[in-house]
């Protein structure tokens, strides 16, 4: 029987894994280990499977003994411990949602509805590090790649709503915290019918703008606001979240030549899921029902939205995806710069094809082979 390791099980995304696995009833037919950082020896979590108390998640030698680790304990934790790993010998397969391997010639980033063919040639090739892909890249190419595949696009330009949850548990936390102060500060005057609207949005400033306001996190006002800037600078102007888009989504593809894709990366009050406005340039007009047919047939989970106000308030927002499984894509038209042209609007769960989904598929996977 397969011994499988989970690290990072306690953390967000982590616990949206176990959530899942316990959904699919992905619990059986191994033997797992849970490792932690901070709570060893404790009772494992329960899952229906015997496993033995918590482990140690530095201790190499234990962590040698799995067949598989599937570790969503961040990026500091794979550059540490990964190379340690390998570096003794250890020939298990590494399922991780952390950065840190992706572009790694040794890696395959991982979406499996759409990329299972180059899984499979890694897997057969003895890849055995597979990670997933960042998450707005993950839930743009969830939606996009039907039409990537088909050779159609010239490029991308992704302009993005990336919603707290991105940012970490703490972030979301702190959106929370955002909305509550903005909430007290405006008390009654939100359903007073007589109200003067500009002192509702006075109040509104005026505890935004305050010192007080929780900004810790994101280090600037979120709920009423937004942020245009996620993650590092690069020196080619972009952020490095924005340097993600090409390279990961073209590598997960296998597309040769690349599509180039580049745009504005943007944090917005969404609490999980990221959207994204997108430019599409084809290489030739292709007309709306075959572009859309083609995103239909390239998973059960890209939704095509009509391209009509009730639909799209109904089925294209954070508030209509959170928590689901579907990659909605809608707003899809013709835009005025010329009939290669294409505008589109996608919205997907960031913790779930975007982060938790695609390991959790991973490991049936490997289990299944
Ligand atoms: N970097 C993403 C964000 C998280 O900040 O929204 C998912 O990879």
Redesign the pocket.
């Known amino acids: 029987m397969q011994r499988i390791g989970f690290v990072g099980w306690r953390g967000m995304v982590g616990s949206v894994l176990m959530e899942r696995m316990t959904a699919e009833g992905d619990w059986k037919g191994f033997a797992p280990t849970f490792f932690s950082t901070s709570q060893i020896g404790v009772a494992p979590p329960k899952v229906g499977l015997d496993a033995p108390p918590v482990m140690d998640a530095n201790d190499i030698v234990a962590l040698a003994t799995q067949d598989v680790i599937v570790s969503c304990q961040g990026d500091e934790y794979t550059r540490e411990i990964h190379p340690s790993l390998r570096k003794q010998g250890w020939k298990g397969i590494w399922i991780d949602a952390a950065k840190t391997l992706r572009m790694s010639d040794d890696a395959v980033i991982i979406l499996d509805p759409v990329n299972m063919p180059i899984i499979e040639q890694g897997l057969s090739k003895g890849i055995r590090d597979f990670a997933g892909g960042?998450?707005?890249v993950s839930l743009m190419v969830m939606a996009m790649a039907g039409p990537m595949k088909q050779g159609w696009i010239e490029w991308i330009s992704s302009m993005t709503y990336?919603a707290a949850s991105?940012?970490g548990a703490k972030n979301m936390q702190e959106l929370a915290a955002q909305m509550r102060v903005l909430s007290e500060a405006v008390g009654t005057l939100a359903t007073d019918p007589a109200a003067n609207v500009l002192e509702i949005d006075r109040a509104i400033r005026s505890a935004m703008r305050s010192p007080q306001f929780p900004t810790q996190q994101f280090g600037a006002a979120l709920a009423p606001s937004l942020i245009p800037w996620?993650?590092k600078g690069m020196a080619s102007g972009q952020t490095l979240?924005e340097w993600k888009a090409q390279v990961e989504a073209n590598k997960m593809l296998g597309l040769d030549p690349q599509i180039p894709i580049d745009g504005i990366c943007v944090r917005v009050g969404a609490m999980r899921c990221?959207s994204q406005g997108l430019t599409i340039k084809m290489k030739r007009a292709v007309p709306l029902d075959e572009f859309e047919a083609c995103i239909k047939e390239s998973s059960p989970w890209a939704k095509v939205i009509p391209n009509e106000m009730a639909a799209t308030k109904e089925q294209l927002t954070p508030a209509a995806i959170t928590g689901t499984l579907d990659v909605a894509i809608g707003r899809i038209h013709t835009l005025k710069m010329g009939p290669e042209y294409v505008g589109a609007f996608t919205v997907g769960d960031?913790l779930l094809w975007?982060?938790a989904e695609p390991l959790r598929r991973m490991l049936r996977i490997v289990l299944e082979r």
Request: charged share 15%.
């Open positions: 960042n998450c707005t990336q991105g940012a996620i993650d979240e990221h960031q975007g982060a």
